[in-house]
């Protein structure tokens, strides 16, 4: 190892890292672009190119019993079925059907009316809000509750007897048990919260095939993709991750889109006066605002080198999301958030065979929630960013609350 790389020893769960990794990226993509992560044995990758060409890499996986420090989730686990028959172990061409079945149920052909059913949910969260004074949390009475609520009424499943906000955690406590790097009681929580979502699907897949009606799960009984059809505990699996999926990410990502515009004044109330630039403001904040310095993770089928580096087999590799989306080689000024960039090559999505199959549904998401913040968010309010609640789950923080003060309404 180099001088340099050596200099370059830090802890990806550092508090301080997490607030504030930009230093530290810029010193890695220029000094140590794959870098070994001694304290938890992984290579990290910091370049947009390489991240972009590793998405594809047939060298490498998502398929994490590939990795060496596996250890197998406990029989009859949702995760232990995700690890063996979800979409990153399965083969490409089982993948392949799976994502246009799935995929294509959430589409309009497969689920009529989506973008009108997202503004009604939208607009039912936005209405309390106008006129509102003093503090308000917005993750809580806002962007929290609606991702579910959406995901919710294009699969078909509600949750009865549970509030949104509830329904919500639920989900989102599901989704972290599929994060390589969280503890076990994370994973145990996730895989009990999972014994309801599940219950709670598979009951809505009696009721559908009893009266089908214009939802997902309608759509995955009836549809079937060449010699390939998903059985009722297919059904149940993917509808649980989908439901867990476009959950946290789109309510911490509705989350950063008002935070970010509320950091930034000026393109705040340009926005709010031209309404045809809420699509690119959304693309911007997922770039600027959406990576840290972990990110998703690939695992290698075998030895290989790469930059120099000895890859050996089962070593895991982080692709890190603000090494990519701040990377001064592809986008000019990384730094500022500038709603006039080109970001058509975004990787925040990912890339390639596993690209977000609900990359169109959490853009569409956040624009309708953008739109109707600026019919409410007064002037001049402000993040309260030292009363924030937040919780770490291991490589990354995330917000529990974000308070804003809408000021006395004067
Ligand atoms: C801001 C919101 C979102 C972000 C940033 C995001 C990000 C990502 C990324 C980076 C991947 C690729 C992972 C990899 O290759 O290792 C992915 C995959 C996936 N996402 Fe999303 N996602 C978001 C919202 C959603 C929503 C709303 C849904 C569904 C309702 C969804 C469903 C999926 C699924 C099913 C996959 C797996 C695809 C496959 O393996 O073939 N995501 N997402």
């Known amino acids: 190892m180099s001088a340099a790389a050596e200099s370059l020893d830090f802890r990806l769960d550092s508090e301080e890292l997490k607030k504030n990794p930009w230093e530290l990226l810029r010193r890695l993509r220029k000094e140590d672009p794959v870098h070994y992560v001694e304290s938890m044995d992984l290579w990290l990758v910091t370049r947009y190119d390489d991240i972009y060409e590793l998405f594809n890499d047939p060298r490498v996986t998502g398929d ?12 009859g686990s949702f995760f232990r079925w995700v690890d063996d028959y979800g979409l990153m172990a399965v083969d490409r061409q089982t993948q392949a059907k799976q994502r246009h079945l799935i995929g ?9 009316g989506i973008d009108q059913k997202i503004h009604d949910v939208v607009q039912h969260f936005a209405k309390p809000l106008h006129g509102r004074t003093g503090v308000v949390d917005i993750m809580k ?19 009865p007897g549970v509030d949104d906000a509830k329904f919500s955690q639920l989900a989102q406590e599901v989704i972290r048990g599929f ?36 939802d997902l799960i309608s759509y995955l009984l009836a549809a079937q993709e060449g010699d390939f059809k998903l059985d ?3 059904i149940v699996a993917q509808v649980s991750a989908m439901l867990a999926a476009g959950t946290e990410t789109t309510s911490s990502g509705g989350m950063l889109c008002l935070t970010t515009l509320l950091d930034h004044p000026e393109t705040l109330e340009r926005v709010r006066a031209d309404r045809s630039l809420v699509p690119q403001t959304v693309l911007e904040v997922l770039r600027y ?13 075998d030895d290989f080198e790469y930059h120099g580096r000895k890859i050996t087999r089962g070593k895991a590799m982080m692709l890190s999301g603000g090494g990519a989306s701040h990377d001064p080689a592809v986008y000019d000024d990384p730094d500022t958030f500038d709603i006039d960039r080109d970001n058509s090559n975004l990787l925040t999505f990912g890339r390639g065979q596993h690209y977000c199959l609900g990359a169109n549904l959490a853009k569409a998401e956040l624009g309708a929630i953008v739109d109707a913040a600026l019919d409410f968010l007064p002037p001049g309010a402000k993040v309260l960013r030292d009363q924030a609640e937040t919780e770490s789950l291991g490589i990354f923080n995330r917000n ?3 308070p804003v003060d809408f000021g006395d309404g004067s």
Do not use: M
């Not at 994490?64 to 250890?71: A, F, L, M, S």
């Not at 605002?289 to 089928?301: E, I, K, N, S």
């Open 64 to 75: 994490r019993r590939v990795w060496e420090h596996y250890q197998r989730p406990k029989e």
């Open 104 to 112: 294509g149920g959430l589409t309009p052909r497969g689920v009529r």
């Open 141 to 159: 009475e806002f962007t929290t509750p609606i991702p579910v609520v959406v995901v919710g009424h294009i699969t078909g499943v509600t949750a």
């Open 179 to 214: 994060f390589t790097f969280v503890n076990d009681e994370v994973r145990e929580r996730a895989d009990r919260n999972y014994e309801l979502l599940s219950a709670w699907v598979r009951e809505t897949i009696e009721a559908r095939r009893r009266e089908p009606k214009d």
């Open 232 to 234: 009722d505990d297919g």
């Open 289 to 301: 605002a959406f990576g840290g310095l972990g990110g998703t993770q690939r695992y290698a089928l």
């Open 400 to 402: 529990k609350t974000c």
